[in-house]
């Protein structure tokens, strides 16, 4: 059974960091697309970044590139999307979601319903 875990958000202020961590259990990286989404309240759903642990490639939404890099630790099945320089505008839950690689066309910035999604984690910035 594919299962994603998130976690590491929480409460902090403008100009802080946070690490969240997306535990997959039920099938390997390699074959999936991983990515993390946000949505704040009364906001669509907004792809923040996503990575392919095949062949290395990340895409990251133009409004957190220089802030959050995504990386993946394919020895513990984790994915992680490192925050930085925090923004009020980043607060959001976040959520990991998979997606079999092939299924983008091996494509990491092709915009598509990925399969399998997290509980989601919250991230608050304060001002």
């Known amino acids: 059974e594919v299962q994603l875990q998130a976690s590491g958000g929480g409460s902090v202020q403008a100009g802080g960091s946070l690490r969240l961590s997306c535990a997959a259990s039920?099938?390997?990286?390699?074959?999936?697309?991983i990515g993390w989404f946000r949505q704040a309240p009364g906001k669509e759903r907004e792809r923040v970044s996503c990575i392919s642990s095949s062949d290395g490639t990340t895409y990251t939404a133009d409004s957190v590139k220089g802030r959050f890099t995504i990386s993946s630790d394919n020895a513990k099945n984790t994915v992680y999307l490192q925050m930085t320089s925090l923004k009020p505008e980043d607060t959001a839950v976040y959520y990991c979601?998979?997606?079999?690689?092939?299924?983008?066309?091996?494509?990491?910035?092709?915009?598509?319903?990925?399969?399998?999604w997290g509980q989601g984690t919250q991230v608050t910035v304060s001002s």
């Open positions: 039920g099938f390997t990286l390699d074959d999936y697309a």
């Open positions: 979601a998979a997606i079999p690689y092939f299924r983008l066309g091996y494509r990491i910035n092709v915009l598509y319903e990925y399969d399998y």
